[in-house]
């Protein structure tokens, strides 16, 4: 996916999970998921190649709506819509 995209995404909370390694990124995205209102949006930030098969599998088991992802050769960066 295009990052310019992202750049029109406003979240409503930041989680910079770079240099964590598994499973502390999804550890702490679902926290701070638990804490947000329906609707606020997440981006969450890692490093960890691990987060982005752990995050999105979270994210589709738990009912959440990953709005946006991008992946560069050095950092992941993800948009999570809380659901219900």
């Known amino acids: ?5 992202s750049k029109s ?10 240099g964590y390694f598994c499973p ?9 998921i638990l804490e947000m209102k329906d609707g606020d949006i997440l981006e969450v930030l890692a490093d960890d190649p691990v987060a982005e098969e752990d995050i ?6 738990t009912g959440h709506d990953l709005i946006f992802f991008n992946k560069t ?10 659901i219900k």
């Open 73 to 82: 050769e050095k950092s992941l960066k993800f948009f999570i819509c809380k």
């Open 24 to 32: 502390e990124p999804v550890f702490r995205t679902r926290q701070k």
């Open 1 to 5: 996916m295009d990052d310019d995209k």
């Open 56 to 61: 999105k599998s979270w994210v589709k088991k």
């Open 9 to 18: 995404i406003k979240p409503d909370f930041s989680l910079d999970m770079r």
